[in-house]
């Protein structure tokens, strides 16, 4: 081999010294060209494997069978093997070619390289986004407490000046009673003083022989016989005012961070927001027998294994297994077609009475009714984690809408306005109540297009009228309800799907339903399957469907 070419060229064959081998025997380590190679494998006194040059270095002898190569990969163990090691230690195990394997991932190394160098970038270009919103949240908060304390220093001056015209009233109506009874205290001390002059002229008198001075005296007993009145003082009393929080302002509900998405496909192209549609798989039918004319309305699990139903245009309320077997049916106590159903834990069946203005409860075969109204009618009923009722009722000027709960027949809150006092739910008398496990309670409201959620005090937390990034038609909410993870699941009618939200109200994804007829009302057994009830003018059926899988 020419020394002076072996120095200027980085890599020559080593049998006819051209520039740039395609080859490389891993066994003799020599670089060989493709002209070449017949010639380098013709000694057959010596073991040879020629691989591409990018690859030399891959192919090794192995440490168990020293006249074996390992150019197969163990799929199991990940490790490079020969033929014996194969048929013996390895037997029953995938394997792969060495070569071809490196080649492979070769270029998925160079796919994802590729992929990372457009996702560098933008991830840096991220995170100083979020250092500039660090910094400008920073900012933003510390203005947001100047403002309360400047808003705390102005109340402060507000109450001062309030406080010092109370001591001010509080000193001029002292000095007024004291000027009374100091007037007053003058002219006692006058008359006795003029009574203390007479009396000592009376016993000078009394013993006097002087006609005229005798005779000069005029009584004045008459004068002093009106004695003057006893002055009380009726004290002014003070009575503070408790300030309530909302008379010092008030400040905004905490609001999630707005997520953006940035991711994007292979191509580097921006990629659509997440409308995620999942269609999940039915797992059983339940044809109700309500038939085509009979609307199903609502449907409540009484265990994973049974669901009671009811519908708007028939009397009576039917418990089903989900194999479709009728097991109970149940009448109404007045024979009006019941608005909703619900579960209690001991498993009585709740059910409300449009027409009727009553909710009622269902104890075996016995019916008693635990709530009367009387200028409102009751819409929609569910039990809470502590056993009580809450029930959406609508007034008969079919204006006001409230949520009230029971604890029994008592009733313990209304919820019916917001704390600025502006009505919390729309009109209208299709709505479907629930409670979450962190004790929301969530309220859809079919004509209104929207969900309005309260915590458990009343106090409003947000208001859903589907994902801002939807462009389908409007968002038609009917039975809704929520799951072990607290999330909410509306049943949209006008898009065939459900709507799956986070505690908070972030919309998470869809639950394709489109395979379905008019889906209506819904409930979640213990294990997560939804019940989806088929309702008006078309099969009456209830459908239980996996959507966690």
């Known amino acids: 081999m020419n020394l002076e070419n072996s120095l200027q060229d980085v890599a020559r064959c080593h049998h006819c010294e051209a520039p740039g081998p395609s080859l490389h025997c891993d066994i003799c380590n020599k670089h060989v060209c493709k002209d070449c190679e017949k010639e380098h494998v013709s000694d057959q006194l010596n073991m040879h494997k020629l691989v591409p040059f990018t690859l030399r270095g891959c192919i090794t002898i192995c440490k168990l069978h020293s006249s074996q190569i390992c150019d197969q990969l163990c799929e199991k163990c990940l490790i490079p093997i020969c ?33 990372l160098e457009i996702i560098h970038p933008k991830l840096k270009e991220i995170a100083v986004y979020t250092i500039n919103q660090t910094a400008n949240l920073n900012k933003n908060y510390r203005k947001l407490t100047t403002a309360i304390d400047k808003h705390g220093e102005d109340l402060r001056s507000v109450i001062d000046v309030i406080i010092l015209k109370f001591k ?56 002093f016989r009106r004695l003057p009145p006893k002055l009380t003082v009726t004290f002014p009393s003070f009575a503070p005012q408790k300030i309530k929080r909302e008379q010092c302002g008030s400040l905004s509900t905490y609001r999630t961070i707005r997520t953006e998405d940035h991711g994007y496909d292979s191509s580097g192209a921006k990629s659509s927001l997440p409308d995620i549609i999942e269609k999940q798989q039915i797992i059983s039918e339940i044809n109700t027998e309500y038939g085509s004319n ?179 038609e409007s968002f038609i909410p009917y039975g809704i309800t929520t799951d072990s993870r607290s999330q909410i699941l509306i049943v949209d009618s006008s898009n065939l799907n459900i709507h799956v939200l986070n505690k908070d109200g972030q919309f998470l994804r869809y639950i394709d339903i489109s395979h379905l007829n008019r889906p209506s009302g819904i409930c979640v057994d213990t294990k997560n399957n939804l019940f989806v009830a088929e309702t008006v003018h078309v099969t009456g059926k209830v459908k239980k469907i996996q959507y966690i899988m």
């Open 168 to 223: 001010s009233d509080v000193f001029d109506m002292k000095q007024k009673h004291l000027d009374v009874l100091n007037k007053q205290g003058e002219e006692i001390k006058r008359r006795i003083s003029e009574m203390e002059q007479i009396i000592t002229h009376l016993n000078d008198l009394l013993y006097s022989k002087n006609v005229s001075v005798v005779s000069a005296y005029k009584s004045k007993n008459a004068e």
């Open 294 to 472: 009979n609307g199903l309305c609502s449907v409540s699990c009484l265990n994973d294994q049974q669901v009671w139903t009811c519908s708007f245009y028939d009397k009576i309320m039917k418990l089903y297994d989900t194999h479709g077997e009728l097991l109970k049916s149940i009448e109404t106590k007045s024979g009006n077609y019941p608005r909703d159903i619900a579960m209690k834990k001991n498993g009585d069946l709740i059910y409300a009475d449009y027409d009727e203005r009553t909710v009622n409860i269902v104890k075996n075969t016995q019916i008693e009714t635990v709530i009367r109204l009387w200028i409102w009618r009751p819409l929609s009923v569910c039990t809470t984690s502590s056993n009580d009722l809450l029930v959406v009722m609508i007034c008969d000027d079919d204006e006001q809408t409230k949520v009230v709960r029971y604890s029994g027949s008592s009733e313990k809150q209304s919820i019916q306005y917001s704390d600025k006092g502006e009505l919390l739910y729309s009109s209208g008398d299709i709505k479907y109540i629930t409670e979450n496990s962190n004790l929301d309670i969530c309220v859809s409201e079919c004509e209104a297009g929207a969900v309005v959620v309260v915590n458990k005090a009343g106090e409003f937390r947000f208001t859903y009228s589907g994902p801002n990034f939807s462009s389908k």
């Open 83 to 115: 033929v014996v090691c194969a048929s013996k230690k390895h037997q029953g195990h995938g394997f792969s070619d060495v070569v071809v394997k490196l080649e492979q991932k070769r270029k998925d190394f160079k796919r994802d390289l590729e992929e």
